[in-house]
C-alpha cells in the first residue's frame, strides 16, 4: 500500500501524457480515513470506466453492528448506502470534464428493489464501496490536475457524507433497513399460515408508467384495502401490526372487468418476490419467495422439455416428452414456462389472462364437442391447476375475466371494482352451482411427473473468436459466446445487473458445475449454498461492483432461452 501523495505525484508526473500512462496510477493507496484501490484502469476515454474501490475502517466508518447484525439487515443497509452514495455522486461530483467518460463517477443504479448487489459491502471491520472512474482525458491525453481533483476532493467528500455514520440520516436509514427486515418477516411467516402472498392496507399499487416502476403520482389513486373476510394480521418485529389481505394457498382468481386493475394487483403480487425500499407504495406487497410469473411466449427456444402433462400428440406424431423447438408456439411456450418453473422449484405461479393462449387456458363445451379430445393436443390449464396443487402443492394466482368456467377450480375469487378488492369466492360457487357447465374434465389422474433435466456441457461456449463473450443488452439479453438470450419476457427480471450476474454464473456452472450427471435442479442448489455462505465474489468472473444477485428461477430461465443448450434427460424417470 502506496501513500496517497504517491498518487497526487504520479497524477503530476503524467499530465498531458498519451492515456496509457494511467495504468501506473493501478494499486492501493494509503488516505487518511480510507485505502483507495484503483482495481483496473481503462484503456481509453470511451471505454468502459475504470474499476475503483474505497474501503473504510469501522473505526471511522463506524456504523452500529446492531444495523447489520444478520444478513437482511445487512443487505437492506448496502442497499440504502449504495443509494446514499449515488445521491452524494450527483451532489459532490462535476461529472463530465474532457473526452468520452472522462470525469464520471459512477455506481450501480438502483431499482425499487432492494437486492444483495457487489457495489457495497459492510461487514465488522469495514465498508467498501465498488464504484467506477472515468479517468479525464482531452483527446486522448490525460487531464492529471483534473484526475487529482477527483480523486483527492470529490471521491473522499462522496465516501464521507455517505459512508460514515455520522453523516447518515440516522432515522431514513432505520426505516429503510426495518421495512426491509419486516417485509421478509412477513414472507418467512407466510407459508405457516396458510397463504401466498400478502398485500398490506394502503398499499399503493398502480406505476407511473409501464416503462416507469416508481409510484403512480397522483390523486386518484385508490389504496389497497383488504376485504374483511381474507383480512389477517402480522406483528412484525420493527413497526408494530400490520394488516392486509392473505392470499391464501391454493388456487386463486383474480376478476373484475377492464381496466378495473386486475393486472396492476397481479403485477404487484409478481414484484412481492423482492423487498422494496420505503415509499414505492409495494413495500408491503409480499408474495412467497419462489413465485414464478407465467406467460406465453411463443417464438421461444425450447431444449428437452418434458410438455406431455399439457400438450400430447403434435403433428407427425412430435414427442412431447423431450421437446425442443426454436419456435415455439403460444400454447408450447406456456406449457414450458410451467414446467422449467416447477423444475426449477417454485410454489406459486402467477399468471394474467392479458398474456396467455387462449388455448392454453380454456376449452369450453362447445369446443369439446367441436374439436374432439384426440384431436386437441392442448389439455388446458384449468384440467391442471386444482391437479398441480393437489399433487405438487404448486398454487396459482390467475387473472381471468374472460371465463367462468374458473369458478369451478377456484378456491378464492378476488374481484376488483374500480379499483378496490372483494371477496367473491361465496358468489362464483353459488354461480358455479346454479349455471352447471357440462364440458368435460379432460386432466388425467394426475398432474404427471416433472423430469430432471442434465443439461450438456458442450451446450455452453463463452467464446467468441477466441475470447471470453459474455455482455448484457439492457435487462432483455445475454450475449453468451456467441448465442443472444432472449429475456425479454422474464418478467421478474428487475435490474440489468442481475443479468450481468446470470451471464457469469451461467459460465461458472459451466466451467466447476455441469455434467451430465448434475441437473439443472441441482447445480442451482449447489449455486445457491454459494450465495447462502456470502461466497458471491467467487461466482463471478472479477471483482467489481456490477452485479446484483438473481433469484435461481431467473438463473434457469435464462439457461432455458440458451439457443445451444442440450439436455440429457432420464427416460423413464
Ligand atoms: N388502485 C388504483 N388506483 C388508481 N389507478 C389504478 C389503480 N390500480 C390500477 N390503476 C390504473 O388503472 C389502469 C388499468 O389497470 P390494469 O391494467 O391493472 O387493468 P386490468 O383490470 O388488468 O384491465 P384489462 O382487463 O383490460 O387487462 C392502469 O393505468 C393502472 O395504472
Ligand atoms: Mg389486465
Given at each position: ?21 494511467y495504468?501506473q ?30 474501503r ?24 440504502y ?31 425499487q ?64 433497513i ?6 421478509q ?53 420493527n ?5 392486509g ?21 397481479l ?22 419467495e ?163 433435466r ?17 455482455k ?39 466451467k ?62
Open positions: 500500500m502506496r501513500w496517497a501523495k504517491s498518487l497526487f505525484l504520479i497524477l503530476k508526473k503524467i499530465e498531458g501524457k498519451g492515456y496509457r500512462a495504468k496510477i493501478e494499486g492501493a493507496y494509503e488516505f487518511p480515513e480510507f485505502c483507495l484501490y484503483i482495481d483496473h484502469v481503462q484503456q481509453d476515454p470511451y471505454a468502459p470506466p475504470s474499476r475503483v474501490r474505497v473504510v475502517k469501522q473505526r471511522n466508518a463506524k456504523i452500529p453492528p446492531r444495523l447489520f447484525k444478520n444478513r437482511i439487515r445487512k443487505i437492506a443497509l448496502e442497499d448506502l449504495t443509494r446514499c452514495f449515488a445521491k452524494n455522486i450527483h451532489q459532490v461530483a462535476k461529472g463530465k470534464r474532457g473526452s468520452g467518460k472522462s470525469g464520471k463517477i459512477t455506481v450501480l443504479p438502483c431499482s428493489k432492494v437486492l444483495e448487489r457487489t457495489c457495497m459491502k459492510v461487514n465488522e471491520e469495514f465498508v467498501e464501496v465498488r464504484f467506477f472512474v472515468g479517468l479525464p482525458a482531452r483527446g486522448r491525453k490525460i487531464l492529471g490536475k483534473e484526475a487529482e481533483e477527483m480523486f483527492f476532493k470529490e471521491v473522499p467528500l462522496i465516501v464521507k457524507n455517505s459512508l460514515f455514520h455520522e453523516k447518515i440520516s440516522c432515522k431514513e436509514l432505520e426505516r429503510h426495518y421495512t426491509v427486515e419486516d417485509a418477516y412477513i414472507r418467512d411467516h407466510l407459508k405457516e399460515r396458510g397463504l401466498v402472498a400478502f398485500v398490506g392496507n394502503n398499499s399503493h399499487l398502480p406505476r407511473a408508467s409501464g416503462v416507469d416502476e416508481r409510484p403512480l403520482l397522483s390523486k386518484k389513486v385508490i389504496p389497497f384495502t383488504s376485504p374483511p373476510s381474507l383480512e389477517v394480521t402480522f406483528n412484525l418485529p413497526s408494530g401490526t400490520i394488516k389481505m392473505g392470499i391464501p394457498q391454493g388456487i386463486t382468481l383474480i376478476v373484475g372487468g377492464g381496466y378495473h386493475g386486475k393486472s396492476t394487483l403485477n404487484a403480487l409478481a414484484a412481492g418476490c423482492y423487498n422494496h425500499i420505503p415509499g414505492d407504495g409495494r413495500e408491503w406487497v409480499v408474495t412467497v419462489d413465485a414464478v410469473k407465467i406467460r406465453a411466449e411463443d417464438g421461444r427456444f425450447i431444449s428437452n422439455v418434458d410438455i406431455s402433462p399439457f400438450i400430447n400428440h403434435l403433428p407427425f406424431g412430435e414427442d412431447t416428452t423431450s421437446f425442443s423447438t426454436k419456435n415455439a408456439s403460444g400454447s408450447t411456450s406456456q406449457a414450458a414456462n410451467i414446467i422449467e418453473a416447477l423444475e426449477a422449484g417454485t410454489s406459486l405461479l402467477l399468471i394474467d389472462e392479458d398474456t396467455s393462449a387462449t388455448n392454453f387456458m380454456i376449452r369450453d363445451e362447445r369446443m369439446q364437442e367441436l374439436v374432439v379430445k384426440e384431436k386437441e393436443p392442448i389439455t388446458p390449464l384449468i384440467d391442471k391447476i386444482k391437479l398441480l396443487y393437489r399433487d405438487l402443492k404448486v398454487s396459482t394466482i390467475l387473472v381471468m375475466g374472460g371465463s367462468g368456467d374458473y369458478f369451478d377450480v377456484a378456491d378464492t375469487v378476488i374481484m376488483l371494482d374500480s379499483y378496490r378488492v372483494f371477496d367473491v369466492s361465496e358468489k362464483a360457487r353459488t354461480i358455479a352451482k346454479k349455471h352447471r357447465t357440462s364440458r368435460r374434465f379432460e386432466g388425467g389422474e394426475s398432474f404427471g411427473k416433472v423430469k430432471e442434465f443439461p450438456l456441457k458442450e451446450s455452453f461456449n463463452p467464446y467468441k473468436a477466441g475470447k471470453v463473450n459474455i448484457t443488452r439492457g435487462k432483455e439479453k445475454l450475449i453468451f459466446g456467441k448465442e443472444v438470450i432472449d429475456l425479454s419476457c422474464v418478467e421478474q427480471i428487475v435490474e440489468e445487473a442481475q443479468v450481468k450476474s446470470i451471464g457469469d454464473i451461467i459460465y461458472y456452472m459451466a466447476n458445475i455441469f455434467n451430465e450427471n448434475i441437473s439443472l435442479r441441482k447445480s442451482l442448489d449447489i449455486v445457491e449454498e454459494k450465495i447462502k455462505k456470502g461466497e458471491i465474489d467467487t461466482l463471478f468472473r472479477i471483482k467489481s461492483g456490477e452485479y446484483a444477485l438473481p433469484r435461481r428461477q431467473e438463473i434457469a430461465a435464462s439457461i432455458n432461452r440458451l439457443p445451444s443448450l442440450k439436455c440429457k434427460t432420464l427416460k423413464n424417470a
